[in-house]
């Protein structure tokens, strides 16, 4: 019997295969199983996948089986039956339907075996059967011979009940197919959650039957019927994800006042917000107009939506009109409320109670948190994951944002390093029971239906891994191994994450995209990114909603393949072994000679004929200069003389300088790594007697 392994050491070590004529890759399964084991051999697979379903019919699980048997067939086409094989037939051991949309408490575990007696995969609901399909679609690999699964065992349960995606129509609009391709996107990598902004400044973005004013005055016409979100809903049931609608109240609201002027707590009249930040109308808790108009809309979305929680946003009230209102600091007054945080607590407890009256739970963000909020309120976390912790401390449900906010343009590997509960956490068995899991944020304000899907994913797929995974399933390189692999089953799934790119370069250049330096300019783009957190705002104070995001910053990629590749490379020859490995140097002033070539040409033949590439100059310019550090610094290593320190000096410098922020909204980075190379040349006869680890800590605080 072959030993019970972790994932981690089995997912580090190539599947011995041998009736393979190659080595097999190892397994790129995205999020890793709670418990696998492998064995020798392999299971030739041709043709198509049907399955043979065992235990209580499911309309949702057949139509899982049939979903997933056109990606299978997508990917492994057609062909006659290779030796030995036959079309992939699965067992399906399933003993309950599940509920008719999906619950907080649905069993989500699964088993999954592979062999030569056959596949056969087994859960108690039709929601652990669907994931386990997502993971058999991961499992088939390719090599020599042709199609095969590996030999497996796998027993998998998520870590979190509660894995969401936040995604943001208020500020930029997002049609209904969008959403569908995202669903479809979520269940591949076992997210369970759509988390709706559906109102805030910019936009009021649901159809409201007993106030379509709101609607009318509120979304410049782009907003769901009723009927467009009750097929959403089905949409996502069908994959296994609750959808929990958020109505920002009672800041974020002037899409509310533009329609009702008279319930902000000063006069009107406004109009629909533009521009993005924290905006000053608010609702006023004192007005009893307020309540009854939240009484009515709150409970025609409570049976629109059948999720039990219903999210009310309740951040960022900057307090400015409460504060200027002399009867609204009277009624604080009167009511023994203290400050406008106690006013805030009024407000939300008078919306918890309308909530609980339609059989729904209220969530909102950190600052709904306040003395006198009843427990039954659930906090999402954008303050961390200590804010979190003090609120289960409390006694208050709650999930983690905070390093989840994937609009930012981080690395994944930023957002894999959160946790909901990070290691070290003192928090007691039953508080922790209180933290429900977490959710990757996309806020709308750079993105539209041609972006989204490139800034949601792949990189969403690492949070979905945090949410889902063990705790120590932590390695960051392999997690980008499988991320680039889980990035094509997205693709099959609809996602236009890489497809839509040749629309952006059309954006940039024009429709013809065979015009001379295209290729210069994809290289160009592939080895930039946009840059991270809040700097776009100030780099590029003349957009909002009403300009069309079709820039450089648009068309680049959240995440460098290209120069995380060199950083890997560059690593290898630097801290691999005991000495600098100095053989390894040509392929990298190879790849940097190649960037620089194709930065001249973008440079000198592009930009004069596409104004609007001109934006990208200073990053090019940056890219040359780079460049010529990173040649001279491999030149010093290869030939074994140490950059001086008056070169190092002008080579810092120069780097500094290519750092600075850029018109297009753009970085390079590659400047990081190219700095490094620079430390290390200049260090480098420091070397000998140094461990790796030390060498590498001595090159890294130089570098910093």
Same mark, same amino acid.
């Given at each position: 019997?072959?030993?019970?392994?972790?994932?981690?050491?089995?997912?580090?070590?190539?599947?011995?295969?041998?009736?393979?004529?190659?080595?097999?890759?190892?397994?790129? &399964?995205?999020?890793?199983?709670?418990?696998?084991?492998?064995?020798?051999?392999?299971?030739?697979?041709?043709?198509?996948?049907?399955?043979?379903?065992?235990?209580?019919?499911?309309?949702?699980?057949?139509?899982?089986?049939?979903?997933?048997? &056109?990606?299978?067939?997508?990917?492994?086409?057609?062909?006659?039956?290779?030796?030995?094989?036959?079309?992939?037939?699965?067992?399906?051991?399933?003993?309950?339907?599940?509920?008719?949309?999906?619950?907080?408490?649905?069993?989500?575990?699964?088993?999954?075996?592979?062999?030569?007696?056959?596949?056969?995969?087994?859960?108690?609901?039709?929601?652990?059967?669907?994931?386990?399909?997502?993971?058999?679609?991961?499992?088939?690999?390719?090599?020599?011979?042709?199609?095969?699964?590996?030999?497996?065992?796998?027993?998998?349960?998520?870590?979190?009940?509660?894995?969401?995606?936040?995604?943001?129509?208020?500020?930029?609009?997002?049609?209904?197919?969008?959403?569908?391709?995202?669903?479809?996107?979520?269940?591949?990598?076992?997210?369970?959650?759509?988390?709706?902004?559906?109102?805030?400044?910019?936009?009021?973005?649901?159809?409201?039957?007993?106030?379509?004013?709101?609607?009318?005055?509120?979304?410049?016409?782009?907003?769901?019927?009723?009927?467009?979100?009750?097929?959403?809903?089905?949409?996502?049931?069908?994959?296994?994800?609750?959808?929990?609608?958020?109505?920002?109240?009672?800041?974020?609201?002037?899409?509310?006042?533009?329609?009702?002027? =008279?319930?902000?707590?000063?006069?009107?009249?406004?109009?629909?917000?533009?521009?993005?930040?924290?905006?000053?109308?608010?609702?006023?808790?004192?007005?009893?107009?307020?309540?009854?108009?939240?009484?009515?809309?709150?409970?025609?979305?409570?049976?629109?939506?059948?999720?039990?929680?219903?999210?009310?946003?309740?951040?960022?009230?900057?307090?400015?009109?409460?504060?200027?209102?002399?009867?609204?600091?009277?009624?604080?007054?009167?009511?023994?409320?203290?400050?406008?945080?106690?006013?805030?607590?009024?407000?939300?407890?008078?919306?918890?109670?309308?909530?609980?009256?339609?059989?729904?739970?209220?969530?909102?963000?950190?600052?709904?948190?306040?003395?006198?909020?009843?427990?039954?309120?659930?906090?999402?976390?954008?303050?961390?994951?200590?804010?979190?912790?003090?609120?289960?401390?409390?006694?208050?449900?709650?999930?983690?944002?905070?390093?989840?906010?994937?609009?930012?343009?981080?690395?994944?590997?930023?957002?894999?390093?959160?946790?909901?509960?990070?290691?070290?956490?003192?928090?007691?068995?039953? !508080?922790?029971?209180?933290?429900?899991?977490?959710?990757?944020?996309?806020?709308?304000?750079?993105?539209?239906?041609?972006?989204?899907?490139?800034?949601?994913?792949?990189?969403?797929?690492?949070?979905?891994?945090?949410?889902?995974?063990?705790?120590?399933?932590?390695?960051?390189?392999?997690?980008?191994?499988?991320?680039?692999?889980?990035?094509?089953?997205?693709?099959?799934?609809?996602?236009?994450?890489?497809?839509?790119?040749?629309?952006?370069?059309?954006?940039?250049?024009?429709?013809?995209?065979?015009?001379?330096?295209?290729?210069?300019?994809?290289?160009?783009?592939?080895?930039?990114?946009?840059?991270?957190?809040? !700097?776009?705002?100030?780099?590029?104070?003349?957009?909002? !909603?009403?300009?069309?995001?079709?820039?450089?910053?648009?068309?680049?990629?959240?995440?460098?393949?290209?120069?995380?590749?060199?950083?890997?490379?560059?690593?290898?020859?630097?801290?691999?072994?005991?000495?600098?490995?100095?053989?390894?140097?040509?392929?990298?002033?190879?790849?940097?000679?190649?960037?620089?070539?194709?930065?001249?040409?973008?440079?000198?033949?592009?930009?004069?004929?596409?104004?609007?590439?001109? =934006?990208?100059?200073?990053?090019?310019?940056?890219?040359?200069?780079?460049?010529?550090?990173?040649?001279?610094?491999?030149?010093?290593?290869?030939?074994?003389?140490?950059?001086?320190?008056?070169?190092?000096?002008?080579?810092?410098?120069?780097?500094?300088?290519?750092?600075?922020?850029?018109?297009?909204?753009?970085?390079?980075?590659?400047?990081?790594?190219?700095?490094?190379?620079?430390?290390?040349?200049?260090?480098?006869?420091?070397?000998?007697?140094?461990?790796?680890?030390?060498?590498?800590?001595?090159?890294?605080?130089?570098?910093?």
């Amino acid at each position: 019997m072959p030993p019970r392994l972790s994932f981690a050491t089995f997912l580090f070590s190539a599947i011995a295969a041998a009736a393979a004529a190659s080595q097999p890759q190892p397994l790129a &399964v995205m999020p890793a199983p709670s418990e696998v084991r492998v064995s020798e051999g392999r299971i030739a697979v041709a043709g198509g996948l049907s399955a043979d379903v065992s235990g209580v019919p499911s309309a949702r699980l057949q139509a899982a089986i049939s979903r997933a048997a &056109v990606r299978w067939a997508a990917r492994i086409g057609t062909q006659p039956a290779q030796a030995g094989a036959s079309p992939t037939r699965v067992l399906i051991e399933c003993s309950e339907p599940g509920a008719e949309f999906p619950q907080p408490t649905e069993d989500e575990s699964y088993s999954l075996q592979t062999g030569p007696s056959g596949i056969t995969l087994r859960a108690r609901s039709a929601l652990g059967a669907m994931h386990g399909l997502e993971t058999l679609l991961q499992l088939v690999q390719r090599d020599a011979t042709g199609w095969f699964l590996p030999v497996v065992s796998i027993a998998d349960q998520p870590r979190f009940g509660w894995r969401g995606l936040l995604i943001d129509v208020a500020r930029h609009w997002e049609p209904v197919e969008v959403i569908e391709r995202n669903l479809d996107a979520m269940a591949v990598v076992k997210l369970n959650v759509l988390h709706f902004h559906l109102t805030d400044d910019q936009g009021f973005r649901i159809e409201s039957l007993t106030h379509p004013e709101l609607q009318a005055k509120g979304s410049d016409g782009m907003y769901y019927t009723q009927e467009q979100m009750r097929g959403l809903i089905r949409y996502a049931a069908q994959r296994g994800i609750r959808v929990v609608p958020e109505f920002d109240v009672p800041g974020h609201a002037t899409s509310w006042v533009v329609s009702h002027p =008279e319930l902000a707590s000063l006069p009107g009249p406004y109009g629909i917000e533009r521009h993005w930040g924290v905006f000053d109308p608010v609702l006023d808790p004192t007005n009893e107009a307020t309540y009854a108009l939240l009484s009515d809309f709150l409970g025609e979305m409570s049976a629109l939506f059948p999720d039990p929680y219903i999210h009310i946003g309740g951040d960022e009230n900057n307090g400015v009109q409460w504060s200027a209102n002399p009867r609204i600091q009277a009624f604080i007054r009167d009511h023994g409320l203290k400050d406008n945080e106690g006013l805030h607590t009024y407000f939300n407890s008078r919306i918890e109670k309308i909530l609980a009256a339609k059989g729904k739970k209220l969530a909102g963000w950190d600052e709904i948190l306040q003395p006198g909020l009843p427990k039954a309120c659930m906090i999402e976390s954008w303050r961390g994951a200590q804010a979190l912790a003090s609120a289960a401390e409390s006694g208050y449900d709650g999930i983690l944002a905070n390093g989840f906010y994937v609009d930012l343009i981080q690395p994944a590997a930023q957002h894999y390093a959160a946790d909901p509960i990070p290691t070290g956490s003192t928090l007691t068995p039953a !508080q922790r029971a209180h933290i429900l899991g977490g959710e990757a944020t996309m806020w709308g304000e750079w993105v539209t239906p041609e972006t989204i899907d490139s800034r949601i994913w792949p990189r969403t797929a690492a949070v979905a891994e945090r949410l889902w995974s063990a705790q120590s399933v932590r390695d960051i390189d392999d997690m980008y191994r499988r991320l680039s692999v889980v990035g094509s089953r997205l693709e099959e799934a609809g996602s236009l994450h890489r497809r839509n790119q040749d629309l952006m370069l059309r954006h940039l250049v024009g429709e013809n995209l065979k015009v001379a330096g295209v290729e210069s300019l994809r290289t160009f783009i592939s080895i930039i990114e946009p840059v991270k957190g809040y !700097q776009r705002g100030g780099l590029q104070v003349w957009s909002n !909603q009403q300009v069309p995001l079709v820039y450089i910053a648009d068309a680049a990629q959240p995440e460098s393949e290209a120069c995380r590749d060199l950083a890997l490379a560059v690593d290898r020859m630097l801290f691999s072994g005991p000495g600098i490995k100095k053989d390894e140097a040509a392929p990298i002033a190879a790849t940097l000679a190649r960037w620089n070539a194709a930065g001249q040409e973008v440079l000198g033949s592009m930009i004069p004929i596409y104004p609007a590439l001109r =934006e990208a100059e200073p990053n090019l310019r940056s890219l040359a200069a780079s460049c010529t550090v990173a040649t001279a610094a491999l030149e010093s290593i290869e030939s074994g003389r140490p950059l001086s320190s008056a070169g190092l000096a002008s080579d810092l410098k120069t780097l500094d300088l290519a750092c600075e922020p850029s018109p297009s909204a753009t970085e390079l980075p590659s400047i990081a790594t190219v700095r490094l190379l620079a430390e290390a040349a200049a260090l480098q006869g420091e070397r000998t007697g140094l461990s790796v680890e030390a060498w590498r800590a001595k090159v890294a605080a130089a570098a910093h």
